[in-house]
């Protein structure tokens, strides 16, 4: 039997929702991805026809980020709103942290009335998201037809986004104590601070200064054939293995997708260059997948750092040596400086 629209779901679909919310908080690697798999929860659980998503900015920044999510959280549209023309409703939300619902044209107009001036709309629901005490979202809920959004219904929306909050919480901890979620490695952002640093010190005290970018070969094909679960298994396999073959001092970085980054210090460019073969020969005796022509191996380029290169600068040199690594062939190592 069909649900009717505007019923609450059973007690299994609200558990799956909160579950797959739940599991965000160990793999989500920014922000926009928990913001369109909780739009999809509230659109495909709630029959709601749209989501928006309005970013609540500090005091004195401006404009606001509002994107409006569809069709099951697949089709979006994103535009920014000056502060001054932040909705009443919207306000509210955000400086009292609690939810409101306008259910006919007086209160859709008083609160939300960009959205009233579109027309067509019959309900719509306004949640605070909030993190560390603060209203970070307000997540706003507007059906077209149907019924009004009642009590239960509010109450699994704010349910649903009470755990994206949770999965946001343990992002940002992750991002500020410069960790990737997935791999446990230094995430880019504590990567170029701790470079920029490295190369500070290697100025100061004449030492050598050598970086590495290693980027898989064949991590499309155990995406495509075994799935991202497995893809997620590989480069938690990489992370470990790379990071227990450098140095205790020396850093491990996940660069972006399947890259990565190590940053060596007191290494010249035969002592890096060394430590990447040693590495490379460790990930090729990765397992592999399925029947065996899948195993995972890299590509590496080793640069070293010479005044007055800056961090990106030394970082474009790693990538350019992995390209030719890549053109000519793959599972090899290339070194320039």
């Keep these: 039997m069909s649900q009717e629209r505007g ?16 599991l965000l908080a160990d793999h989500a690697e920014d922000p926009e ?8 929860e509230l659109l495909s659980m709630l029959e709601t026809d749209e989501v928006q998503v309005h970013h609540i900015s500090p005091a004195g920044a401006d404009p606001e980020l509002v994107i409006v999510y569809m069709f099951d959280g697949e089709g979006s549209l994103t535009y920014r709103l000056p502060r001054s023309e932040r909705a009443p409703g919207v306000s509210w939300v955000a400086n009292t942290g609690r939810s409101f619902l306008a259910a006919n044209p007086r209160e859709l107009e008083a609160s939300l009335p960009r959205l009233a001036i579109m027309g067509g709309v019959r309900s719509a629901a306004l949640l605070p998201l909030t993190v560390s005490g603060e209203v970070r ?14 009590d239960a219904a509010i ?10 909050a949770t999965a946001l919480a343990l992002l940002h901890a992750r991002a500020e104590a410069g960790t990737d979620p997935l791999t446990g490695c230094m995430n880019r952002r504590a990567m170029h601070q701790r470079l920029k640093e490295e190369i500070g010190r290697a100025y100061r005290t004449e030492s050598p200064l050598a970086c ?19 893809g997620d298994k590989v480069l938690q396999e990489v992370a470990q293995a790379l990071m227990g073959e450098f140095r205790a001092f020396d850093r491990v970085a996940r660069y972006g997708g399947d890259e990565f980054v190590v940053i060596l210090p007191n290494a010249d460019l035969d002592k890096a260059t060394a430590a990447a073969q040693r590495a490379l020969v460790r990930l090729q005796a ?17 640069a070293q750092w010479r005044t007055p290169m800056t ?3 030394l970082l474009q040199a790693c990538d350019e040596a992995l390209l030719r690594s890549k ?3 793959k599972g090899r190592i290339t070194r320039v400086g």
């Design 7 to 22: 019923a609450v779901p059973d007690a299994e679909a609200v558990l799956g929702g909160i579950r797959r919310l739940s």
């Design 33 to 40: 991805s928990i913001f369109k798999a909780l739009a999809g």
């Design 137 to 150: 979202v307000v997540v706003v809920l507007v059906r077209h037809d149907g019924e009004v959004f009642d």
């Design 155 to 164: 109450g699994l929306a704010g349910t649903l986004v009470g755990q994206a």
């Design 212 to 230: 590495l970018l290693a980027d898989l070969d064949n991590f499309k094909a155990v995406n495509d054939d075994y799935g991202h679960p497995a």
């Design 286 to 302: 990765l397992p592999s997948f399925g029947d065996g022509d899948t195993g995972v191996g890299a590509s590496i380029g080793v």
């Design 311 to 313: 961090a990106e600068e």
């Design 327 to 329: 053109r000519d062939g």
